[in-house]
């Protein structure tokens, strides 16, 4: 098993060390005052008032004020992102609810259309009564029951 040599070892400390240049983080507000972020310096539009945080620049902006008020704040931001969070899981929920009810719907609707195509084939149909005894569907039988789908089909749509 051979080591590296040191070049190779100084070569890879180097190339680490610059790596952190290239992901220089750029935050300023825009004119709406959103936070924007970003790799690339802002645009010569945004003053430099308005660049909260360059590669030589720490991010600026009032510190939290110290405090129970800070606390009291924080608390309030904290209930309403609590709240939004409950708000979305519901939300998101009564998604899933819904498209579970439209996939049984939909599943329902298919299942009428193939009974409805296998009693206009004209073929027999195999019935068991409540008995166990095997009967097959009269001409009468297979009306109703045409009729019937007709009208579960109108739902369907």
């Given at each position: 098993?051979?080591?590296?040599?040191?070049?190779?070892?100084?070569?890879?400390?180097?190339?680490?060390?610059?790596?952190?240049?290239?992901?220089?983080?750029?935050?300023?507000?825009?004119?709406?005052?959103?936070?924007?972020?970003?790799?690339?310096?802002?645009?010569?539009s945004v003053?430099?008032?308005?660049?909260?945080?360059?590669?030589?620049?720490?991010?600026?902006?009032?510190?939290?004020?110290?405090g129970?008020?800070?606390?009291?704040?924080?608390?309030?931001?904290?209930?309403?992102?609590?709240?939004?969070?409950?708000?979305?899981?519901?939300?998101?929920?009564?998604?899933?609810?819904?498209?579970?009810?439209?996939?049984?719907?939909?599943?329902?609707?298919?299942?009428?259309?193939?009974?409805?195509?296998?009693?206009?084939?004209?073929?027999?149909?195999?019935?068991?009564?409540?008995?166990?005894?095997?009967?097959?569907?009269?001409?009468?039988?297979?009306?109703?029951?045409?009729k019937?789908t007709?009208?579960?089909?109108?739902?369907?749509?």
């Amino acid at each position: 098993m051979s080591f590296p040599s040191v070049r190779a070892v100084s070569l890879t400390v180097i190339l680490a060390l610059c790596s952190g240049a290239a992901a220089a983080q750029y935050v300023w507000q825009d004119e709406r005052g959103v936070r924007q972020y970003s790799d690339t310096p802002p645009p010569a539009s945004v003053p430099p008032s308005r660049i909260l945080k360059s590669p030589g620049l720490q991010l600026k902006g009032p510190p939290p004020p110290p405090g129970p008020k800070a606390d009291a704040i924080l608390a309030e931001k904290n209930e309403a992102f609590l709240k939004r969070r409950a708000e979305a899981a519901e939300k998101e929920k009564q998604d899933a609810e819904k498209a579970q009810q439209e996939a049984n719907r939909q599943k329902a609707c298919e299942q009428i259309a193939q009974y409805r195509r296998q009693l206009e084939s004209g073929d027999r149909i195999r019935q068991i009564t409540p008995s166990g005894e095997r009967t097959y569907m009269t001409d009468e039988e297979r009306a109703k029951a045409l009729k019937d789908t007709e009208q579960m089909k109108d739902q369907c749509r």
